[in-house]
């Protein structure tokens, strides 16, 4: 029954609390506390690293080392795919064991890290955490964001860039107001990157441009968008889950009631329900005030001048067209053939029914296309083309639009108040609430202060203040959330397991005293991301092999204690990369607006072969929250509705179908074959080496080498009546490396 459950166990069935009760009072809980430096433990082991030494001393405590080094063909394979998302030329392959020098490995690091893949590859982990889409939500209409890209490319600059996270951060939530936007003010290049940032704000659903109903049900969807852009920010920057707090004092975190609703509060000004701006008018044009009074003066000048000329001639073909619509009628009788004429001439939303009947009798003769009336009338046909030429010279005139920002800013001086809602109701507000943070994140020289507002802005300063809370090295959670989520792209689960939740609800860390020591490092590195890479890289935790051990699983069964390194499978973006490199089509292009994902009849998401940009790497192509490409989402890429800290991988049999079936696959093996025959030229064990090297980043093994020969015979018989038997075999066995566990996981 009901009753015998407790309050928090039953909400959290409906979705409406945490699912894990704490243990200890949650302002006691090791996230809330400052991060600290701990003290580096002694260890028996041997280590190079300080990570090791963490790492180890929970080993040895369980009678456990580390794994021996993986051989350089896995590292190479495994630092590629972790920093770029893609596997290593035999090229970068053979320049790594080559190198005799006692830096190799931190060579071959450093080539990944300033790689331009290596911000495609983590901005697409940012973007899943930050609740990215390309598309506005709202059950099926789900419509366009079409400028939402311009923030994932500023995203994948700023990893690439190595952008000090704290200054990142502060730009996403309070970037028009570090850069002193004033709304109709102007807007320089200089400010169009930190008014781009401010997009993340944006992330969560907003369907209110397609909302509708009555004002209760229009009021609900507008403060939807409030309460998903809240939980957006604190899961992804705090690892914090606050959206229980919207009906009462958090069950498990120390998050009250009114410190949600302040949280709300900072973003009020903007997402205020009765001051709505619907998500697609939320655009601020590049330029200053001079240059775009200039752009819309040209603009409207050209729009006159077209306008004026096929007026023209539009008045000109007007009773060229009622002479040939009456040669066209010449058999009615001419009272008929007169209420024919007057009813085509009559406007469309002015027509009465009966002329309506009458023209849909007479269809094939009142449709006069241009192109008729050009062949009926010489002197027409000249007119028209002076007129196209004249209009394509106007056109020539037409300033260039200026660039547009979906941007998050604050037009009113005078914001009006927020309030509690009593129970969650958005049609019960209880007490006023200022704009404010969970006290317990607080210290006495990190407190959420808005300053004064400087005289000529607009912006209320609440996101500046929250900014520079949020990102101050005296908050507890925003490093630790961060390094986490760096550790968890690494060894495949977080030091917490849970990323969006590091609180009393969350998991517990497996090695808390290396999660502060990488906080507190990452810190003194300046907020540097690269820098927490070369840490982690560097260990012997990372470089260890991922083999099985007699006894280990007894021990550790899920290796959280990292005496191996954990076999991964490749994430869903790099599944379709790595086959259309491994092809040798993966197009490198970077940037601009998204490539439009299609749904076919068949209910199969994809990008036509055929189209524009459909072998760019998959952060590029359309996120669209209800249309995710089938085979990104076999391979568990989310559908975006709130943030997606970390996936559930799953091994599922459409996977291997989608990977013997699907046109994509058999598309990449026709070109992974043609490959081969262009680079490694008829020899079979040649053909064989360099396919295993592209797919696999290692030469085959004896038994693979003879099992392909072996398939290979068996499919030329298959085609044997086919005139390119060979390619076709060639074709199937590509296909089935690019299918295979060597091509699809990273050990």
Known sequence: ?????????????????????????????????????????????????????????????????????????????????????????????????????????????????????????????????????????????????????RYRDYVIASFNADKPYDRFVREQLAGDEFVGFAPGGDVTPDMAEALTATHFLRNAPDGTGESDGNPDEVRTDRLSVLEGNVQNVMNCLLGLTVQCARCHDHKFEPVTQEEYYGLQAILFPVYNPEKWAKPNDRVVSVGTRAELAEWKRMTDLVDRQVKAVRGGLAAFAEPLREQFLGERLKDLDPATRDKVIEAARAPKDKRTAAQQALLKTHAKAVEVSDDELAKRFPEYAALRERVQKTVAEREKDRPRPPDRIAAFVETDANPQVHHVLKRGQHNQPGDEVRPGVPAALCTPGNAYRVGPRPAGRVSSGRRTAFAEWVTSPENPL?????????????????????????????????????????????????????????????????????????????????????????????????VRDAMLSVSGELDLRTGGPYVATRRTPEGVVEVPESADGARRRSVYLQQRRTQVATLLQLFDAPAMVTTCGKRTPSTVPLQALALLNSEFARARGKAFARRLAREAGDDTAGRLTLAFRLAGGRPPHDDEREVCEKFLGKQRSVHAAETDAGERAWTDLCQMILASNASLYVE
């Open 478 to 574: 925003f490093a630790r959330v961060m390094v986490n989520r760096i550790w968890q792209h690494h060894f495949g689960t977080g030091l917490v397991a849970t990323p969006d939740n590091l609180g009393a609800s969350g998991a517990r860390p497996s090695h808390p005293e290396l999660l502060d020591w990488l906080a507190a490092k990452f810190v003194r590195s300046g907020w540097s991301v690269k820098a927490v890479h070369r840490l982690i890289l560097s260990s012997a935790a990372y470089r260890q092999g991922s083999a099985p051990r007699d006894g280990l699983d007894a021990i550790d069964p899920d290796n959280r204690l990292l005496a191996r390194f954990p076999l991964r499978r490749l994430d869903a973006e790099s």
């Open 1 to 149: 029954m009901l009753t015998a459950l407790r309050l928090p166990v039953w909400l959290a069935a409906l979705g409406l609390c945490a699912t894990v009760a704490a243990d200890e009072p949650p302002a006691a809980h090791r996230a809330f506390a400052p991060v600290t430096r701990p003290t580096v433990p002694e260890v028996r082991g041997t280590a190079r690293t300080d990570i090791d030494r963490f790492i180890l001393a929970a080993l040895e405590a369980k009678g456990l080392t580390l794994s021996p080094e993986a051989d350089r063909p896995t590292l190479v394979r495994r630092v590629a795919f972790d920093l770029t998302g893609l596997p290593p030329t035999p090229a970068e392959i053979d320049a790594f064991l080559k190198d005799g020098s006692p830096d190799a490995y931190e060579k071959m690091v450093e080539r990944y890290l300033a790689s331009a893949r290596y911000g495609e590859r983590w901005g697409k982990h940012w973007l899943d955490a930050a609740g990215y889409a390309d598309s506005n939500g709202y059950f099926s209409a789900d419509s366009d964001r079409p400028l939402a890209w």
